[in-house]
Nanobody, 114 residues
Framework: QVQLVESGGGLVQPGGSLRLSCAASGFTFSSYAMSWYRQAPGKERGLVAAIGGTGVSTNYADSVKGRFTISRDNAKNTVYLQMNSLKPEDTAVYFC???????WGQGTQVTVSS
């Protein structure tokens, strides 16, 4: 069965960096676009970044452009989200998502605070 397992969240100071990972299993990873979403308390879940199956095409929410980078390693069945210059408003639970079939990971908490 499809499984998506996120890791790498935590507490970081404003201006700091984190790298999230999402390990996928149960499907042919390179055949699917993947995305990262986030949900802050009291807010709807929203798209952060997406990447095509080959890793060539990417797109980002305006709020993270220039600060976050999505990438993937198809040999390791893993998608990453490198987050730099973090701001308190980036605080949220971050979810990995497979674009076809609506599969979600369990989420990983990112807290940006001094």
């Amino acid at each position: 069965q499809v499984q998506l397992v996120e890791s790498g969240g935590g507490l970081v100071q404003p201006g700091g960096s984190l790298r999230l990972s999402c390990a996928a299993s149960g499907f042919t990873f390179s055949s699917y676009a993947m995305s990262w979403y986030r949900q802050a308390p009291g807010k709807e879940r929203g798209l952060v970044a997406a990447i095509g199956g080959t890793g060539v095409s990417t797109n980002y929410a305006d709020s993270v452009k220039g600060r976050f980078t999505i990438s993937r390693d198809n040999a390791k069945n893993t998608v990453y989200l490198q987050m730099n210059s973090l701001k308190p408003e980036d605080t949220a639970v971050y979810f990995c998502y497979r674009n076809s079939g609506a599969y979600w990971g369990q989420g990983t908490q990112v807290t940006v605070s001094s």
